[in-house]
């Protein structure tokens, strides 16, 4: 290593710049600040050895020189002292520029008296004088640790060597040598490493102690180290800095410490349930996310609620919650006839209580009697006898009788003659035939017959629909009977007769009375 330059030595260079240590044993380094006096005009500065060798002066005296009044004599002979020799007339100031050429080493230059007079000098000839020998500087580096390649060429150009440590090429400066650092990058991080790094066995101690047995060797603070945990025997891979930090070196046994810190007692769960009025029919889950079957002490019905969600919310069973939102948002029966009658229908009945209940009406616009839900009219829907959608109760209308030979079944059923879509064709597609079609006045007469027909199969005869609702996606299942309960003619006759009854009915009253409510 480079010797660190004595303090009377620096105060020695220092002298060059008339300048002296304000107080002595204050010198740390060649570029460090160092507090000064001026030796000439007593004034106090912070400068760097390494500048006053550079030329750097007194600040004080710069500026009194440069305000001093020069004659061109003084002027000249100032600038011949310091090497110089100018090549036009003085300017007539100390501080403006005056060119010149260097008696030594040949270049013009442009110096001012000022600078010239505190001893500033031309840089090429000056750092001729300054300049370190080469064997100077291959001493240094050798005695630091590394062998030259090539010539020396100055302290802040990187020298092409090889480290006498490891053989390996490296390229220092002669500045940083100097400044105490190694030649050799790579052994400088391998001392760095080697002065950090934790003996195995004390590594291995370490992983001992927080319940880790190690399987592979210390692969450093950084990296992951494979262990097996001596607690639930999982293999993990934890840093050695996060053990050595104070964390834990396994994860499942974290979660499970976690777990069981969080976990409720048993016995508070029960109180807590009982607390929102559940009585557990079993033991505690473990977990306050999972179902806990319960009855509700305000309803007495089974519920399954969540511990969570209980204290979560505070809330009822789903029976409960039901009947009283549903209490909030029942209708009056003042209400609920108001709302009927702004869409055009006039109640026969009291309001059954709920929105989509049929409740029986008269269209103000027909007269006809029918059921329409409450929700339905919310949505748009109108009267079923005078509406312009669905079936039209006041035109013309056909009541038909299908068969289908593979289902085996008959099916009655009603369609308007002034129908968009061709019902007939509907079933037609999906192999049903026309067996029988009647014609009737009007759509309200075929529906009463088809009725009365229905009611006829299903309750003076007890035989149900035999068709599955899969067999028919065109819809109509429900209007079915089978072959073998019912036979053709049979059928044929009593949707005839009650055909005839249904016509004889609409011109006794005169009107359409039609009771859509099955």
């Known amino acids: 290593m480079v010797p660190r330059l004595s303090e009377q030595a620096a105060i020695d260079r220092l002298k060059i710049g008339s300048f002296e240590p304000v107080e002595p044993g204050t010198f740390v380094g060649t570029n460090k600040l160092w507090r000064v006096r001026c030796t000439k005009c007593q004034a106090v500065d912070n400068v760097r050895l390494a500048a006053v060798e550079l030329g750097r002066r007194c600040q004080s005296c710069s500026r009194r020189k440069t305000r001093e009044p020069i004659g061109a004599e003084k002027a000249l002979q100032v600038m011949t002292e310091a090497g110089f020799r100018?090549?036009?007339?003085?300017?007539?100031?100390?501080?403006?520029?005056?060119?010149?050429?260097?008696?030594?080493c040949g270049r013009a230059t442009t110096q001012n008296v000022s600078k010239v007079s505190n001893g500033h000098r031309c840089p090429h000839a000056d750092s001729g004088r300054r300049r370190i020998p080469a064997e100077q500087a291959a001493a240094e580096l050798i005695a630091a640790g590394a062998v030259p390649l090539v010539p020396y060429t100055s302290t802040t150009t990187r020298w092409d060597a090889v480290c006498l440590t490891c053989n390996e090429p490296t390229s220092p400066r002669l500045d940083n040598i100097r400044s105490r650092q190694g030649p050799c990058r790579r052994c400088g991080h391998r001392r760095r490493a080697d002065k950090m790094r934790i003996p195995h066995a004390e590594a291995v101690a370490r992983m001992r102690e927080a319940n880790l047995y190690p399987l592979v060797n210390y692969p450093g603070m950084n990296s992951r180290w494979l262990s097996e945990c001596l607690v639930c025997g999982e293999r993990v891979s934890p840093h050695y800095g996060n053990i050595v930090s104070g964390q834990g070196g396994c994860k499942p046994c974290a979660l499970s410490a976690q777990s069981e810190r969080q976990r409720t007692p048993a016995e508070r769960a029960r109180q807590d349930m009982l607390a929102h009025l559940y009585q557990p029919l079993v033991e505690y889950p473990g977990n306050t996310k999972l179902p806990w079957p319960c009855i509700c002490m305000t309803c007495g019905k089974p519920s399954e609620p969540s511990l969570h969600t209980v204290r979560a919310d505070d809330s009822q069973c789903k029976y409960c919650a039901a009947k009283v939102g549903g209490a909030k948002r029942r209708l009056t029966d003042d209400q609920a006839r108001a709302e009927l009658l702004a869409t055009g229908f006039e109640a026969l009945v009291e309001y059954p209580g709920y929105v989509h209940a049929r409740w029986p009406s008269r269209c103000l616009q027909c007269s006809g009697k029918v059921s329409p839900a409450l929700i339905d009219l919310r949505m748009g829907g109108g009267c079923r006898i005078c509406g312009p959608r669905g079936f039209q109760y006041t035109e013309p209308a056909i009541l038909y009788l299908i068969i289908h030979d593979e289902l085996m079944a008959h099916k009655v059923g009603i369609t308007s003659k002034s129908a968009r879509r061709d019902r007939l064709a509907a079933h037609a597609a999906h192999g049903w035939r026309v067996a029988k079609a009647f014609d009737a006045p009007t759509g309200a007469v075929a529906y009463a017959a088809e009725q009365s027909v229905l009611r006829w199969i299903r309750n003076d005869l007890g035989f149900g629909a035999c068709v599955p609702r899969d067999s028919m996606p065109q819809s109509g299942y429900t209007e079915t009977v089978s072959i073998s309960d019912v036979t053709l003619e049979e059928l044929a006759f009593a949707v005839a007769h009650h055909l005839a009854d249904a016509v004889a009915t609409?011109?006794?009253?005169?009107?359409?009375?039609?009771d859509l409510h099955r």
């Open 86 to 104: 100018p090549v036009e007339p003085f300017p007539g100031t100390a501080g403006a520029g005056w060119r010149c050429v260097c008696i030594e």
């Open 506 to 514: 609409e011109a006794e009253a005169g009107l359409v009375t039609v």
